[in-house]
């Protein structure tokens, strides 16, 4: 709701020039306001023609462990808003120069305006700027080079026992950092021995035991998962 307070304190002219559309299923109720468009859950090449016309993908999640929308906005040639409050969201955008960032309702209105200032060419910068970013450090060449060159560097030429730790993981698990996770374990774990210590949690919202506690398999890769002792307090 935090989101939606802040843009609907904005002055009315700013909120002509710059609607808020939403993509994907609501998790709240929607405020009834002209200049808030909700678009419900889109295919994703829908996805991606919304992200490229859009002035700016706003990201304001303060738990973010990746961010795979805010890379997926680079890519589609658009800058992003981030909520300062997450450490990652603003890292990301500091070492890109992809973007804005807020951490309250006046730094958000500073970020609006400077998206409404910024001409055209400025706007592509900022884009470009973290597109760079993603294929520099995001790109799955990238990602898989850098986690080789580390098990190359400490037990050369030997098949490695590697363990990831993720929230959440499985193949109807959705989520940046998880998706992720999943990619590189199931490639690495064809030359190495993989084993990735999760939770039982299957949804990010109610963070619910779903799968059984112990030992798992998914896809060839072997799976650690512990309970959540409680659900998460909405």
């Not at 990746?66 to 981030?82: F, K």
Request: hydrophobic content about 40%; proline content about 3%.
């Amino acid at each position: 709701g935090e989101l939606f307070r802040f843009y609907l304190n904005l002055p009315a002219s700013l909120r002509e020039a710059l609607p808020l559309v939403l993509i994907g299923t609501a998790a709240m109720d929607i405020p009834n306001d002209g200049s808030v468009v909700y678009r419900g859950f889109v295919p994703e090449d829908e996805k991606y023609t919304l992200m490229q016309k859009a002035s700016a993908v706003i990201v304001p999640s303060k738990q973010e462990s990746l961010s795979i929308v805010l890379m997926e906005s680079w890519l589609c040639g658009t800058p992003v808003i981030v909520n300062a409050r997450s450490d990652v969201l603003l890292d990301h955008v500091q070492a890109s120069a992809g973007g804005f960032s807020y951490h309250d309702e006046a730094t958000f209105v500073v970020a609006i305006r400077a998206l409404e200032e910024a001409g055209k060419e400025k706007l592509t910068d900022l884009a470009e700027f973290g597109r760079q970013y993603v294929s520099s450090n995001y790109s799955w060449a990238s990602v898989t080079a850098k986690y080789m060159s580390f098990l190359e560097a400490i037990t050369p030429r030997k098949r490695r026992k590697v363990c990831f730790v993720v929230q959440r993981f499985g193949n109807d698990v959705n989520g940046g950092a998880e998706q992720l996770c999943r990619k590189i374990s199931l490639r690495m774990n064809l030359y190495h021995d993989v084993t990735v210590v999760t939770s039982c949690a299957r949804d990010y919202g109610t963070w619910e035991n779903y799968y059984d506690e112990g030992k798992d398999l998914v896809d060839g890769v072997n799976v650690l998962r512990f309970g959540v002792d409680e659900p998460r307090n909405q």
